[in-house]
């Protein structure tokens, strides 16, 4: 079997058992919000590390063992991609937040951000990057330390990081779709903030996808998908320190705002991938 087929082998193989993880997700999702005992903990744990299951059980079961998983810190060169890693996602959620409250003439809303109270909240997460970040193995050892490495040799490193994050999003549609699963939201509603999510996590999975592959550890992705899920409890907190209108929508602003960080976002990193795509060497 050539090196491609044995890699599109074991990547099917990864993403049935994903698959088939969110299928009992869908499946067992009304028994688990009725459920007042523990099973609805212990699945979502297990759903939350199934992408690191479905890796170790596909290295089990095609023999490919259980090397390069990526399980080291490689600080050596790769300072500004930690950095990168810590400061994007604070950058991008700062742009998606606080740019239309300013442009809206709502700069007073901002009193909370003292020098003091954002230098305190800066420490408190890199603190709780350190230790919490761990906590994300669960899933980086699926999706950027291992499915990545199967996906390059077929689809090449910006197929890869593309992939990536459209297999992320996906995989999020059960957690998305909690609402409409419960019964509190319409479906319309459930799919259009899907839609909305989607378009972000694809975006932010193909940055994961990058970082993995720009420092072949899957420790900088852990730490950005932490930021990822903290930055804007940490924004908001500051925010509440300011005098904010309870219930206030600043519409069509934001949105803009908001789809705008997006996109530039993705065209940034895809600009990226295509420049150094370009500048490596080619082999016959």
């Known amino acids: 079997m050539t090196a ?34 523990a099973f609805f903990t212990i699945y979502y744990c297990l759903f939350s590390f199934s992408p690191a299951i479905a890796s170790l059980i596909t290295r089990a079961v095609t023999k490919e063992g ?13 300072l500004k991609w930690y950095l990168l890693a810590f400061g994007l996602p604070l950058i991008f959620f700062s742009a998606r937040i606080l740019l239309p409250i300013i442009v809206s003439g709502h700069s007073d809303w901002l009193s909370g951000f003292k020098f003091q109270n954002v230098l305190t909240s ?11 970040s761990i906590g994300l193995l669960g899933e980086e050892l699926g999706w950027r330390g291992y499915m990545n490495q199967k996906t390059e040799p077929l689809f090449g490193t910006v197929g890869a990081c593309l ?36 378009l972000l996590l694809t975006c932010f999975g193909t940055f994961l996808m990058w970082l993995t592959k720009k420092t072949d550890s899957v ?36 949105s803009v705002f908001e789809y705008a960080t997006m996109i530039s976002l993705v065209v940034v990193f895809i600009g990226l991938l295509l420049r150094e795509n370009k500048r490596s060497p080619k082999t016959a």
């Not at 800066?122 to 919490?132: C, D, I, K, P, S």
């Open 66 to 78: 259980f090397r390069d998983m990526k399980l080291h810190l490689n600080f050596s060169g790769n």
């Open 122 to 132: 800066m420490f408190m997460l890199a603190a709780l990057t350190a230790v919490q």
């Open 163 to 198: 992939i990536g994050g459209i297999v992320w999003s996906l995989w999020h549609l059960p957690m998305d779709m909690a609402g409409w699963l419960d019964g509190e939201c319409t479906f319309s509603d459930s799919m259009k903030m899907c839609g909305d999510r989607m």
């Open 219 to 254: 420790f900088p992705a852990a730490m950005a998908h932490f930021m990822f899920n903290q930055s804007q409890g940490a924004l908001g907190e500051l925010l509440s320190q300011g005098g904010i209108p309870e219930n206030v929508e600043l519409g069509m602003i934001a």
């Open 4 to 37: 491609k087929k044995e890699n599109a082998k074991r990547l099917g193989i990864y993403l049935l058992i994903v698959s088939l993880f969110v299928l009992l997700f869908f499946v067992c999702r009304k028994l688990m919000n009725e459920s007042n005992t």
